[in-house]
């Protein structure tokens, strides 16, 4: 343990007192520690250390974790030995063990696959922490750092290479209302205020720790729009928070797993005025669109359905027969789309092939959902989707279905001007040009719908 002669003290803003001996530097913000052992009982269980610390210009990830363990006259042990009855040394790349009045918690006290792991702003780092430092610009003012004992290679407190799951565990707000409740599966979310504005903080936390979480104001991953999870986020009705939890590209222990943005619209949960607007705003619900509204109809839904009373009755019908009438409307393109998903979901259809329980039960599967359908929604289904189909009812004895020669509306959404063109239904697109008897030349755009439910940015003249 280090002999307090050795100290020198500080306090920051928040009240900590620190008796270290380690020079930081210049002071350019602080860092909140937390050293804790919830997994092994026998020693040392509980919290260690938490405290809002000093960031220096000369500060890492290690040196902050070893100014709060001597700030509570701990000592450790790790690449470097070091003599108890000198200054301690803060020179390490790895904490083995932490050691106080005869007792020590070691990486193997807890079993072979117990050790000390830490997470950055909740993201177990992929190197060690001496790699992050502030002059290097990877620790900064207001970053978080949590070092946990694990008796399991990380699993036992959040941490799993076995696992490629990039959602949220948990989500929380100090203000205001989430509706729905948080559910990792549902990513669409309305933030309900009591007012126009709040000062609020948000609390992500990922189901894998493996995987950074960041949470953005408006635009979604961009340096400049993120705050941490210490940081107090000014919002107002209309503006939108993102989480993202693995985006690609950002650093991670984990390969695999796609990126989870969840999505989160901020009102005036007591407005009946905020809620006509949003309604008001909300476009025409068609084929090309109807996948991008449906988190934003939903979230409205949510707002209406947390007003009170009162506030209800101040909505006019026909405003609200719009958001009804909206809902519809998704609905009718969700069946479409779920149906020519099914269909596609049919093994190929070849001459010798046989019908199998698989194949019975996905073509029983298709067929279902195509009876569903009205009259209307079945003019969506074109020939493209149902060819495969209509080979096997012909080996199975059912009915064929008629696939429509084109649809009554394209899924691509066209500006009339050379840019990106988005197909909210997947489709493989074809451009040409061709040149008219008068010379004038026009542009032609083919697009053939598959059965994978992607998005695509398709760049051509339309």
């Known amino acids: 343990m280090m002999p307090s002669s050795c100290s020198s003290q500080a306090t920051d803003s928040s009240g900590t007192t620190e008796n270290v001996t380690f020079d930081s530097g210049k002071t350019v913000g602080r860092v909140h520690v937390l050293i804790e052992n919830r997994t092994y009982d026998k020693?040392?269980?509980?919290?260690?250390a938490d405290g809002w610390y000093t960031l220096g210009e000369k500060d890492s990830m290690m040196t902050m974790v070893l100014k709060a363990l001597q700030n509570?006259?701990?000592g450790w042990n790790g690449t470097v030995d070091?003599?108890?009855e000198k200054v301690a040394d803060y020179s390490i790349t790895y904490i083995s063990s932490i050691n106080k009045d005869g007792k020590t918690l070691a990486e193997f006290t807890?079993?072979?696959?117990?050790?000390?792991?830490?997470?950055?702003?909740?993201?177990f780092v992929n190197e060690g922490f001496q790699a992050f430092s502030y002059a290097n610009g990877r620790l900064e003012n207001n970053d978080e750092i949590h070092i946990m004992y694990t008796c399991d290679y990380g699993v036992d407190?959040?941490?799993?290479?076995?696992?490629?799951d990039p959602g949220l565990s948990s989500l929380s707000i100090d203000k205001g209302t989430l509706s729905p409740a948080f559910n990792s599966s549902v990513t669409a979310y309305t933030l309900m205020l009591s007012g126009e504005k709040a000062n609020l903080k948000v609390t992500p936390s990922a189901k894998n720790k493996n995987y950074q979480v960041r949470t953005f104001l408006n635009q979604?991953?961009?340096?400049?729009?993120?705050?941490?999870?210490?940081?107090?986020?000014?919002?107002?009705?209309?503006d939108v928070i993102y989480v993202g939890v693995g985006g690609a590209g950002w650093p991670t222990m984990n390969s695999g797993g796609r990126e989870t943005v969840y999505t989160i619209k901020v009102v005036n949960g007591a407005s009946a005025e905020s809620l006509t607007k949003m309604i008001t705003a909300l476009p025409a619900i068609t084929y090309a669109n109807y996948k991008a509204q449906s988190e934003n109809v939903q979230s409205i839904r949510s707002a209406y359905t947390a007003l009170s009373t009162a506030e209800k009755e101040k909505v006019a019908a026909a405003t609200l027969t719009k958001l009804t009438e909206a809902e519809k409307k998704i609905t009718f393109y969700t069946e479409i789309d779920t149906t020519k998903s099914l269909l596609g979901k049919l093994p190929t259809c070849s001459a010798g092939a046989s019908v199998t329980a698989t194949v019975r039960s996905a073509f029983t599967a298709a067929q279902s959902a195509y009876n569903k359908l009205n009259d209307e929604q079945k003019k969506y289904i074109v020939i493209a989707d149902v060819k495969n189909y209509n080979a096997w009812a012909e080996?199975?004895?059912?009915?064929?279905?008629?696939?429509?020669?084109?649809?009554?509306?394209?899924p691509v959404v066209t500006t009339g001007k050379t840019g990106a063109t988005t197909t909210m239904a997947p489709a493989d697109t074809k451009v040409t040009e061709k040149k008219n008897a008068d010379g004038t030349k026009e542009t032609v755009a083919e697009s053939k719908v598959s059965t994978d439910n992607q998005n695509r940015n398709l760049w051509c003249n339309l």
């Open 43 to 48: 020693t040392f269980y509980g919290t260690i």
């Open 110 to 123: 807890g079993g072979q696959k117990s050790g000390w792991m830490g997470t950055l702003n909740d993201w």
């Open 220 to 238: 979604y991953n961009k340096d400049s729009a993120m705050y941490k999870r210490t940081e107090t986020i000014s919002v107002k009705s209309g």
């Open 82 to 84: 070091f003599d108890k």
């Open 157 to 164: 407190i959040g941490g799993d290479w076995n696992s490629h």
């Open 72 to 74: 509570e006259r701990f």
């Open 395 to 410: 080996k199975i004895g059912a009915k064929a279905i008629v696939g429509s020669d084109e649809a009554p509306e394209s």
